[in-house]
């Protein structure tokens, strides 16, 4: 059963804007933490950005003052607004959620649901 439906991913050029929408509107609970992950090729996963419920938002430093993090007034979607993007962010981003504890608590493999992913492509 889908409950993360992501959207959002395309080609740009680099400079260029984008907006991924991670919907989380089918879980049962309303996520205590909703994240950004990016993964290219072989590459390791890493964490873009989170934001938790009381909109206490955090940023990786490769990201920080392009990318900007933000959760739905009902708190079941988060948007990323990408900005200035470099073909370095070209990668494919995953929406992730954790339904009980805030960002700051949960570490990378607390993370039981995740979509299916959504392709930023940076020429």
């Known amino acids: 059963q889908v409950q993360l439906v992501e959207s959002g991913g395309g080609s740009v050029q680099a400079g260029g804007s984008l907006r991924l929408s991670c919907d989380a509107s089918r879980m049962d609970v309303r996520p205590s933490c909703m994240a950004w992950y990016r993964q290219d090729g072989g590459k390791a996963r890493e964490v873009v950005a989170t934001v938790d419920s009381v909109d206490r938002t955090t940023y990786s430093n490769s990201v920080k003052g392009r990318f900007t993090i933000s959760l739905s007034g009902d708190g079941r979607s988060a948007s990323l607004q990408m900005n200035s993007l470099k073909p370095d962010d070209t990668a494919m981003y995953y929406c992730?959620?954790?339904?009980?504890?805030?960002?700051?608590?949960?570490?990378?493999?607390?993370?039981?649901?995740w979509g299916q992913g959504t392709q930023v492509t940076v020429s």
């Open positions: 992730a959620v954790h339904q009980w504890l805030h960002c700051k608590f949960v570490s990378d493999a607390d993370f039981k649901y």
